[in-house]
């Protein structure tokens, strides 16, 4: 059901726990299936220099979060911004399709952490 690299990033996710001081944070969840994930971010130079989760959910939420911090780790701002469900997906060598919404969680929990920290960057 899942592929390798979705079991891997479950078994042993990269990049879990909360974040001391964060520059961004993003909370999404479904209430559907009841996942629900934080995105911490830090931010230096415009790129992203950290990036931490929080996952409650089941074994593709988790590998999905994973698969973002690995994913976003380093890049710009708007790079990160374009991360897509369908690279995340793609990334974990594909999900099941009754999963993909979990994808769409990662993508949208850390494109709310990058807007959080652009607010804050104006406010102050």
């Known amino acids: 059901m899942y592929s ?12 879990m726990g909360a ?7 993003g909370e999404v969840g479904n209430p559907v299936c009841g ?12 790129k992203l220099q950290d990036v931490k989760f929080k996952t409650f959910g089941c074994v593709a939420a988790i590998a999905v979060s994973s698969m ?10 708007e790079e990160a911004k374009r991360i897509s ?8 060598e594909g999900l099941p399709k009754e999963k993909m919404h979990c994808s769409n ?6 494109g709310k952490a ?4 652009e607010q804050r960057e104006t406010k102050g």
Do not use: W
């Open 85 to 92: 469900k369908q690279a995340i997906a793609d990334s974990l």
């Open 35 to 46: 996942d629900a994930m934080t995105v911490y971010i830090k931010v230096k130079d415009d």
């Open 19 to 25: 974040m001391d001081d964060p520059d961004g944070v």
């Open 4 to 15: 390798e690299k979705v079991m891997d990033h479950f078994s042993d996710p990269r990049n």
């Open 105 to 110: 969680l990662g993508a949208e929990a850390l």
């Open 114 to 117: 990058i807007e959080d920290y």
């Open 68 to 77: 973002v911090s690995e994913l976003a780790r380093g890049l710009s701002l």
